[in-house]
């Protein structure tokens, strides 16, 4: 996927020298299909990434290449599956937004169930919204846990880029003041 987005800013600073409808469009094109090219190997990652991790559970040893082919195998059920929960997850957001993240928590086992329980559709939704029902407050605990942790590395992360530029003879506050007029 990073690849992917270099190749897009390449691909557009090289196409950008290009006056006119022709270059306009040939760029269009050339980034719509990275684009997808991108969305279709960012979810068959995923689905390696998981799968990869359930067999490492197991005590199962799964190569990359053979986690890539299960990513590409599961493509289209993952992405019905993640469609349905698109839709589960802002129907209840569009209806009120409390129940709809109350929804969200529900269904945010949907993706492993689909890919390790080789669940399908509404049988993934459904058997998440079971499992996070019977295990609500531990899935609830565990993944509090990890935003702290990511948002204790994330200021970490911040704090020593702050400090590298303020060492470094930068300012710092135009530094913020650039970023939040890009917001």
Known sequence: ????????TALTSLLSVQKGAVGSVVLGLVMFVLVIF??????????????SIDAKSKGE?????????????????YLW???LFMLA??????LLIIPGIVLGFYLSLTYYFSVVGDYRGLKALCASFYYV???????FCKNIFFVLIALILG?????????????LGGNTTSLLKDEAMKL
């Open 133 to 139: 029902r019977k295990n609500g407050w531990e899935i």
């Open 81 to 83: 599956m993640l469609i």
């Open 1 to 8: 996927t990073f690849t992917c987005s270099l190749a897009i």
């Open 61 to 77: 040893s799964l190569p990359v290449r053979v986690a890539y082919k299960l990513g590409f195998k599961f493509f289209f059920p």
């Open 155 to 167: 200021i970490l992360f911040a704090g020593i880029i702050f400090l590298v530029v303020y060492l």
């Open 89 to 94: 997850f802002y129907g209840g957001l569009f």
């Open 38 to 51: 991108s969305m279709v190997l960012s979810i068959a990652s995923a689905i390696a990434l998981i799968k």
